[in-house]
Protein backbone atom coordinates (compact mmCIF):
# COMPACT_ATOMS: atom_id res chain seq x y z
CA UNK A 1 0.00 0.00 0.00
CA UNK A 2 1.92 2.97 -1.15
CA UNK A 3 -0.50 5.53 0.01
CA UNK A 4 -0.87 5.86 3.77
CA UNK A 5 -3.75 6.50 5.80
CA UNK A 6 -5.22 9.44 7.33
CA UNK A 7 -3.07 10.13 10.95
CA UNK A 8 -0.26 8.03 9.31
CA UNK A 9 3.11 9.68 8.32
CA UNK A 10 4.96 10.90 11.18
CA UNK A 11 8.45 12.80 10.18
CA UNK A 12 9.55 13.87 13.89
CA UNK A 13 12.77 11.48 15.19
CA UNK A 14 10.41 10.59 18.14
CA UNK A 15 14.35 9.99 19.71
CA UNK A 16 12.97 7.09 21.88
CA UNK A 17 16.88 6.69 23.35
CA UNK A 18 17.37 10.18 24.61
CA UNK A 19 14.23 10.29 26.65
CA UNK A 20 15.62 8.83 29.64
CA UNK A 21 18.30 11.77 29.66
CA UNK A 22 17.03 14.50 32.36
CA UNK A 23 19.39 16.67 31.07
CA UNK A 24 19.12 16.72 27.75
CA UNK A 25 15.02 16.43 28.04
CA UNK A 26 15.29 20.08 30.37
CA UNK A 27 17.70 21.57 27.91
CA UNK A 28 15.18 21.52 24.71
CA UNK A 29 12.29 22.64 27.30
CA UNK A 30 14.18 25.22 28.23
CA UNK A 31 15.41 26.15 24.43
CA UNK A 32 13.36 29.25 23.43
CA UNK A 33 13.09 27.31 19.61
CA UNK A 34 11.12 24.33 21.37
CA UNK A 35 7.43 24.25 19.78
CA UNK A 36 4.58 23.22 21.94
CA UNK A 37 1.01 21.59 20.39
CA UNK A 38 -1.76 21.86 22.90
CA UNK A 39 -5.01 20.23 23.93
CA UNK A 40 -7.75 20.77 25.90
CA UNK A 41 -10.21 18.25 27.21
CA UNK A 42 -9.77 15.99 23.96
CA UNK A 43 -9.57 19.16 21.08
CA UNK A 44 -6.20 20.45 19.54
CA UNK A 45 -5.42 23.73 19.13
CA UNK A 46 -5.50 24.25 15.45
CA UNK A 47 -4.93 27.57 13.47
CA UNK A 48 -6.49 27.80 9.81
CA UNK A 49 -10.16 26.34 8.37
CA UNK A 50 -9.62 25.89 4.74
CA UNK A 51 -6.00 24.71 5.25
CA UNK A 52 -5.51 24.05 9.00
CA UNK A 53 -2.63 23.42 10.71
CA UNK A 54 -1.54 22.78 14.31
CA UNK A 55 -0.92 25.96 15.87
CA UNK A 56 2.53 26.13 17.34
CA UNK A 57 3.09 28.12 20.53
CA UNK A 58 6.57 28.70 21.71
CA UNK A 59 7.91 28.37 25.66
CA UNK A 60 6.97 31.66 27.40
CA UNK A 61 3.63 31.42 26.40
CA UNK A 62 3.04 27.61 27.43
CA UNK A 63 5.08 28.66 30.57
CA UNK A 64 2.61 31.32 31.51
CA UNK A 65 -0.31 28.91 30.98
CA UNK A 66 1.48 25.74 32.25
CA UNK A 67 0.44 24.47 35.82
CA UNK A 68 3.26 22.88 37.46
CA UNK A 69 1.89 19.76 37.58
CA UNK A 70 0.44 19.86 34.12
CA UNK A 71 1.33 17.19 31.52
CA UNK A 72 3.98 17.69 29.07
CA UNK A 73 4.95 15.00 26.59
CA UNK A 74 7.97 14.89 24.04
CA UNK A 75 6.61 14.14 20.69
CA UNK A 76 10.16 14.53 18.73
CA UNK A 77 12.71 16.54 17.42
CA UNK A 78 13.56 17.83 13.71
CA UNK A 79 17.18 18.85 13.78
CA UNK A 80 17.49 20.77 17.10
CA UNK A 81 14.16 21.31 17.34
CA UNK A 82 11.85 19.54 20.17
CA UNK A 83 7.97 19.60 19.71
CA UNK A 84 6.26 19.05 23.10
CA UNK A 85 2.68 18.16 23.51
CA UNK A 86 0.73 20.05 26.77
CA UNK A 87 -2.53 19.28 28.29
CA UNK A 88 -4.63 22.45 29.37
CA UNK A 89 -7.45 20.39 30.59
CA UNK A 90 -7.77 22.00 33.65
CA UNK A 91 -8.43 25.51 32.66
CA UNK A 92 -12.12 26.44 32.35
CA UNK A 93 -13.49 27.13 28.92
CA UNK A 94 -13.16 31.01 29.56
CA UNK A 95 -9.79 30.82 30.09
CA UNK A 96 -8.89 28.97 27.64
CA UNK A 97 -10.54 30.78 25.11
CA UNK A 98 -9.16 34.19 26.55
CA UNK A 99 -6.00 32.95 26.90
CA UNK A 100 -5.13 32.01 23.76
CA UNK A 101 -6.86 33.80 21.60
CA UNK A 102 -5.49 34.87 18.27
CA UNK A 103 -3.36 31.41 18.39
CA UNK A 104 -6.33 29.38 16.83
CA UNK A 105 -9.23 27.10 17.77
CA UNK A 106 -10.04 23.86 19.86
CA UNK A 107 -11.34 21.67 17.32
CA UNK A 108 -12.19 17.87 16.75
CA UNK A 109 -8.83 15.98 15.42
CA UNK A 110 -11.54 13.63 13.18
CA UNK A 111 -13.10 16.55 11.79
CA UNK A 112 -9.72 18.24 9.77
CA UNK A 113 -7.17 15.57 9.77
CA UNK A 114 -7.61 14.71 6.40
CA UNK A 115 -6.93 18.57 5.24
CA UNK A 116 -3.78 18.59 6.99
CA UNK A 117 -0.07 17.54 5.73
CA UNK A 118 0.74 14.08 6.37
CA UNK A 119 2.98 15.26 9.04
CA UNK A 120 1.36 17.34 11.01
CA UNK A 121 -1.89 14.66 11.26
CA UNK A 122 0.33 12.16 12.19
CA UNK A 123 1.77 14.76 14.88
CA UNK A 124 -1.27 15.93 16.06
CA UNK A 125 -2.65 11.83 16.38
CA UNK A 126 0.64 11.48 18.20
CA UNK A 127 -0.73 13.99 21.44
CA UNK A 128 -3.77 12.93 21.48
CA UNK A 129 -3.42 9.47 21.92
CA UNK A 130 -0.37 10.29 24.49
CA UNK A 131 -2.45 12.84 26.49
CA UNK A 132 -5.61 10.97 26.66
CA UNK A 133 -3.45 8.02 28.11
CA UNK A 134 -1.88 10.05 31.02
CA UNK A 135 -5.34 11.50 32.14
CA UNK A 136 -6.15 8.13 32.70
CA UNK A 137 -3.11 6.54 34.43
CA UNK A 138 -2.17 8.86 36.81
CA UNK A 139 -2.38 6.26 39.55
CA UNK A 140 -0.55 2.82 39.96
CA UNK A 141 -2.84 0.40 38.49
CA UNK A 142 -0.54 -2.27 41.00
CA UNK A 143 -1.00 -0.66 44.41
CA UNK A 144 -3.05 2.45 43.96
CA UNK A 145 -0.29 4.88 44.28
CA UNK A 146 0.16 8.28 42.86
CA UNK A 147 2.58 7.64 39.31
CA UNK A 148 4.92 10.21 38.58
CA UNK A 149 6.04 10.83 34.67
CA UNK A 150 9.26 10.36 33.29
CA UNK A 151 11.06 10.00 30.82
CA UNK A 152 9.84 13.07 28.66
CA UNK A 153 6.03 11.71 29.14
CA UNK A 154 6.69 8.46 27.87
CA UNK A 155 6.67 6.51 30.75
CA UNK A 156 4.56 6.67 34.46
CA UNK A 157 6.70 5.52 37.94
CA UNK A 158 4.73 4.19 40.46
CA UNK A 159 5.77 6.94 43.95
CA UNK A 160 5.18 4.21 46.11
CA UNK A 161 8.54 2.88 47.43
CA UNK A 162 7.86 -0.12 47.99
CA UNK A 163 6.09 -0.55 44.13
CA UNK A 164 7.59 1.61 41.59
CA UNK A 165 5.94 -0.50 38.77
CA UNK A 166 6.35 1.36 35.47
CA UNK A 167 3.71 1.68 33.30
CA UNK A 168 4.03 2.90 29.28
CA UNK A 169 1.58 4.54 26.73
CA UNK A 170 -1.23 1.98 25.62
CA UNK A 171 -2.51 1.30 22.45
CA UNK A 172 -5.31 -1.12 22.35
CA UNK A 173 -5.12 -3.13 19.02
CA UNK A 174 -8.44 -3.10 17.04
CA UNK A 175 -9.16 -5.36 13.53
CA UNK A 176 -11.33 -3.20 11.37
CA UNK A 177 -12.93 -5.64 7.82
CA UNK A 178 -14.23 -5.30 4.67
CA UNK A 179 -16.04 -8.67 4.15
CA UNK A 180 -17.08 -9.11 0.55
CA UNK A 181 -19.92 -11.38 -1.47
CA UNK A 182 -18.87 -10.90 -5.00
CA UNK A 183 -19.92 -7.85 -5.64
CA UNK A 184 -21.35 -6.49 -2.54
CA UNK A 185 -20.09 -5.87 1.06
CA UNK A 186 -21.19 -6.18 4.86
CA UNK A 187 -22.05 -3.09 6.48
CA UNK A 188 -23.12 -2.36 10.20
CA UNK A 189 -24.55 0.59 11.88
CA UNK A 190 -24.66 1.39 16.06
CA UNK A 191 -27.82 2.41 17.52
CA UNK A 192 -25.91 5.84 18.68
CA UNK A 193 -25.16 6.50 15.36
CA UNK A 194 -26.17 9.30 13.16
CA UNK A 195 -29.46 8.30 11.30
CA UNK A 196 -28.58 6.32 7.64
CA UNK A 197 -24.46 5.97 8.58
CA UNK A 198 -22.96 2.84 8.01
CA UNK A 199 -19.59 1.58 8.78
CA UNK A 200 -17.05 -1.71 8.10
CA UNK A 201 -17.37 -3.98 10.65
CA UNK A 202 -14.86 -3.51 14.02
CA UNK A 203 -13.32 -5.06 17.19
CA UNK A 204 -10.96 -5.12 19.61
CA UNK A 205 -8.14 -7.92 19.62
CA UNK A 206 -8.65 -10.63 22.61
CA UNK A 207 -5.57 -11.98 24.80
CA UNK A 208 -4.73 -15.19 22.93
CA UNK A 209 -6.17 -14.71 19.01
CA UNK A 210 -4.29 -13.74 16.15
CA UNK A 211 -5.49 -11.41 14.20
CA UNK A 212 -6.74 -13.30 11.67
CA UNK A 213 -9.25 -15.25 14.44
CA UNK A 214 -10.03 -11.64 15.95
CA UNK A 215 -11.77 -10.94 11.91
CA UNK A 216 -13.29 -13.84 11.79
CA UNK A 217 -15.03 -13.74 15.51
CA UNK A 218 -15.84 -10.19 15.64
CA UNK A 219 -17.78 -11.03 12.20
CA UNK A 220 -19.54 -14.18 13.37
CA UNK A 221 -20.08 -12.28 16.51
CA UNK A 222 -21.79 -9.38 15.21
CA UNK A 223 -23.36 -10.55 12.10
CA UNK A 224 -23.38 -14.30 12.06
CA UNK A 225 -21.19 -14.20 8.97
CA UNK A 226 -18.74 -17.17 8.19
CA UNK A 227 -15.67 -16.13 6.01
CA UNK A 228 -12.27 -16.91 4.52
CA UNK A 229 -9.24 -15.30 3.07
CA UNK A 230 -8.53 -12.84 5.88
CA UNK A 231 -6.31 -10.68 4.22
CA UNK A 232 -4.27 -7.33 5.87
CA UNK A 233 -4.60 -4.21 3.70
CA UNK A 234 -3.25 -1.48 6.16
CA UNK A 235 -3.21 0.57 9.41
CA UNK A 236 -4.35 3.20 11.18
CA UNK A 237 -3.40 5.17 14.42
CA UNK A 238 -6.71 6.08 15.81
CA UNK A 239 -6.07 8.13 18.90
CA UNK A 240 -10.14 8.23 19.52
CA UNK A 241 -9.47 7.30 22.30
CA UNK A 242 -6.51 4.48 21.80
CA UNK A 243 -6.40 2.32 19.45
CA UNK A 244 -4.60 1.14 16.52
CA UNK A 245 -6.75 -0.12 13.34
CA UNK A 246 -5.74 -2.90 11.76
CA UNK A 247 -7.70 -3.11 8.27
CA UNK A 248 -8.69 -6.50 6.50
CA UNK A 249 -10.55 -8.12 3.51
CA UNK A 250 -12.52 -11.42 3.95
CA UNK A 251 -14.71 -13.03 1.61
CA UNK A 252 -17.75 -14.34 2.84
CA UNK A 253 -18.40 -18.37 2.95
CA UNK A 254 -22.02 -17.29 4.37
CA UNK A 255 -24.40 -14.81 3.54
CA UNK A 256 -27.53 -14.58 6.12
CA UNK A 257 -27.23 -11.39 8.54
CA UNK A 258 -28.32 -13.17 12.22
CA UNK A 259 -27.26 -10.15 14.93
CA UNK A 260 -25.75 -12.32 17.67
CA UNK A 261 -25.40 -8.81 20.04
CA UNK A 262 -26.73 -5.96 21.25
CA UNK A 263 -23.51 -4.11 19.45
CA UNK A 264 -25.19 -3.83 15.73
CA UNK A 265 -28.86 -1.76 15.36
CA UNK A 266 -28.78 -3.22 11.77
CA UNK A 267 -26.81 -4.98 8.99
CA UNK A 268 -26.68 -5.03 5.60
CA UNK A 269 -25.27 -6.04 2.61
CA UNK A 270 -24.83 -3.12 0.16
CA UNK A 271 -23.53 -3.28 -3.62
CA UNK A 272 -21.26 -1.65 -5.61
CA UNK A 273 -23.91 1.17 -7.01
CA UNK A 274 -25.46 1.90 -3.72
CA UNK A 275 -22.56 2.78 -2.21
CA UNK A 276 -21.74 4.97 -5.51
CA UNK A 277 -24.38 6.67 -5.37
CA UNK A 278 -25.29 6.64 -1.92
CA UNK A 279 -29.07 8.53 -1.13
CA UNK A 280 -29.29 10.96 0.46
CA UNK A 281 -30.57 9.16 3.66
CA UNK A 282 -27.46 7.07 3.55
CA UNK A 283 -23.98 8.23 5.37
CA UNK A 284 -20.47 6.46 4.55
CA UNK A 285 -17.91 6.27 6.92
CA UNK A 286 -15.40 9.55 7.57
CA UNK A 287 -13.10 10.45 4.92
CA UNK A 288 -10.15 10.15 7.33
CA UNK A 289 -11.11 6.63 8.52
CA UNK A 290 -9.60 3.57 7.54
CA UNK A 291 -13.28 2.03 7.22
CA UNK A 292 -13.70 4.63 4.47
CA UNK A 293 -10.15 3.56 3.01
CA UNK A 294 -11.18 0.28 2.99
CA UNK A 295 -14.70 0.52 1.37
CA UNK A 296 -12.98 2.99 -1.31
CA UNK A 297 -10.01 0.93 -2.43
CA UNK A 298 -12.75 -2.50 -2.55
CA UNK A 299 -14.91 -0.06 -5.28
CA UNK A 300 -11.69 0.65 -6.79
CA UNK A 301 -11.29 -2.82 -7.52
CA UNK A 302 -8.31 -2.78 -5.16
Not at 98 to 114: N, S, T, V
Not at 151 to 165: E, Q, T, V
Amino acid sequence: MSRKNVFAGGELDRVGPRRSDAAWVAAHRANPESRYVVLWRGFCLIDGDHAPRAAYLGRETIERLLPDDAICALLGVEGEIATFAVDLSDLDDATARDALQGFGAFRDLRDFGGLMTAPEASLMAHARGLIYWHQRHRFCGVCGGAAQIADAGHLRRCGNPSCGAEHFPRTDPAVIMLVADGDRCLMGRQAQWPEGLYSTLAGFVEPGESLEEAVAREIWEEAGITVRDVRYHSSQPWPFPASLMLGFHATATSTEIKLQSNELDDARWFDRYELRNPGAAMRLPRPTSISRRLLDDWLEGA
